[in-house]
């Protein structure tokens, strides 16, 4: 009875038990690491620090969680990976919420509902330069090199067989070699002049495989051509998405813009950064460019070239990536509700998004 008597008087006089650690995950005692990466009107880098609406909500959050932050910059991908592994506190810019995300980490509520969209050239080409495009194209001067190399070869490998035995292959020079690849070339146009023909065994054979060789190559050479050259493909006007199944897409590499495309089974070219792909739209290597619409507006106001189409592909949504299970979302998320109830938050978003 002694005993139980010292505990309670314990117990009443030193009181409950209270913790320590802050409910912020750290709170002012801690420097959170934000990572981020430039993705103008959201993360727009001003000399040694950084502006942008996500940025500017941040800096509202941060004195309202009273915490602060170090800035680190990283990659898309590298922001979603260390988000994931614990390595960085949050990451805030342009970040769209996708299920494929939420299986590897956690989102804080959407602060901006936003969409993919398509930009493309601001008008139609004409036919003649539609064509002299098309004619003179990277993808068809590569396909031309690479068949000129090919009777190139074949045409070396009959003069090898033949210039000892055929006069028809002798010559001094490039005479000879010359007369290989004309000969190479006649029999892949089946043009069949007849002025020249191997007579060896070994010229035959490869004469032989050449001629069949050749019918499959110029059958795809045909089709490609006429299709390249249709008036659909010349006039390489994009009206929108169901225009984007025959078109040269452009988007950056491992985004949601991406993974849409990968869903659709639509080929496209992978860039590192926004005004990489939209260079290449404006230098005609690309029919579209499929991203986020708000990028797209703000990244082509100095490219009167070009222009955003009216069509929401699939609605998104922004939002603060964090850690699983991170201690810090439920404060975050009641600060993000409180900012955005704010008149600051709709200043904000006319400055760096217009009305």
Known sequence: MRILALFLLSVLTLGPVRSQTPANNGGANRELVVATKEAPPFVVREGDGWGGLSMELWRLLAERLGVKARIVERDLQGMIDDVAAGKVDL??????MTPEREQRLDFSHPFLSTGLGIATRGREQGLLTALADRLFSLDLLSALSALLVVLTVCGLLVWLFERRRNPQ????????????????????????????????????????????????????????????????????????????????????????????????????????????????????????????????????????????????????????????????????NRSLLEVMQTDRWSELRERWLGN
């Open 91 to 96: 990451a805030i810019a342009a970040i769209t």
């Open 169 to 332: 292959f002798a010559g001094k020079g490039l005479r000879g070699p010359g007369s290989g690849f004309w000969f190479s070339a006649v029999t892949m146009t089946t043009v069949g002049y007849g002025d020249k023909a191997p007579v060896t065994l070994a010229g035959r054979l490869v004469a032989l495989v050449w001629m069949f060789t050749s019918i499959v190559i110029i059958s795809g050479y045909t089709a490609s051509i006429a299709s390249a050259l249709t008036l659909d493909r010349l006039s390489a006007v994009i009206r929108g998405p169901d225009d984007l199944a025959n078109a040269r897409i452009g988007t950056l590499t491992g985004s949601a813009a991406a993974q849409w495309l990968d869903d659709r089974h639509m080929s496209y070219r992978g860039f590192g950064d926004l005004p990489a792909a939209l260079q290449a739209l404006e230098d005609r290597n690309l029919d579209a460019v499929v991203y986020d619409i708000p990028l797209l507006s703000w990244s082509i106001g100095d490219r009167p070239g070009l222009r955003v189409l009216p069509h929401i592909l699939r609605q998104d949504q922004y939002a603060i990536a964090l850690p699983p299970g991170s201690e810090l979302r439920k404060d975050l």
